[in-house]
């Protein structure tokens, strides 16, 4: 699996999936059904294969236990939130609020739990320093409102072959072609599954840094 980032667009895949169709000229399938399949398959692809990873920075302020989530990209799941070098222990607001004798909300000093609430982010003891606040996390592609055949796809050239097999399963469902739909779903799941296997060995792909918004 490579670092290198996306070089393939949403064009390149609208001109196989017509070209393997057999409607290049797209007569039969329009823009708007190609917006929907890549739409679905990014994201699908994403959250089958944890794919997409990047990192918020912010910074914390004494007195200050929240911080919103301000990421740039839907968040599939937070991977590890760190105050400074050190990693935060995840845990549970039920946890927290189940035992406010030991986590005291007006406790402050070096933070030691994070939980998630609503778009929030929460730290316990509340900061009594600034440092930086750094989120690692799993992101999902922007869903996109129009389709753009120049568009930089998200996910990295080494899952274009399993979208066009999304996107061509959407085709002959739509086509009404039950046996060639069977075939690239099955298609779509044994690349996936390699895929998956070969992430196994070692994270490959993309880690952004965007701004956390307090």
Request: hydrophobic share 35%; with cysteine; glycine share 6%.
């Amino acid at each position: 699996m490579g670092y290198a980032a996306p070089t393939k667009t949403w064009g390149d895949v609208a001109a196989n999936v017509r070209r393997s169709f057999g409607d290049e000229s797209g007569v039969q399938l329009e823009e708007g059904d190609l917006l929907r399949w890549i739409n679905q398959g990014q994201y699908e692809i994403a959250r089958q294969n944890k794919i997409l990873k990047a990192k918020g920075v912010s910074t914390t302020m004494p007195g200050q236990s929240s911080y919103t989530l301000s990421l740039g990209k839907p968040i599939m799941q937070i991977e590890s939130v760190r105050c400074g070098d050190r990693r935060l222990v995840p845990t549970e607001f039920t946890t927290i609020d189940a035992n406010l004798e030991e986590y005291p909300t007006t406790a402050t000093g070096e933070p030691r739990l994070w939980y998630r609430w609503g778009d929030e982010v929460v730290i316990w003891p509340t900061p009594a320093t600034a440092e930086q606040l750094s989120i690692y996390f799993t992101a999902a592609p922007t869903a996109e409102a129009s389709y753009d055949a120049a568009r930089l796809l998200e996910i990295t050239d080494e899952y274009f072959l399993p979208l066009i097999d999304f996107c061509m399963a959407k085709a002959h469902e739509m086509d009404d072609n039950p046996q060639s739909q069977e075939v690239s779903i099955k298609q779509y799941a044994d690349r996936m599954t390699s895929m998956n296997d070969e992430e196994r060995g070692g994270q490959s792909l993309t880690f952004q840094t965007i701004n956390l918004v307090d």
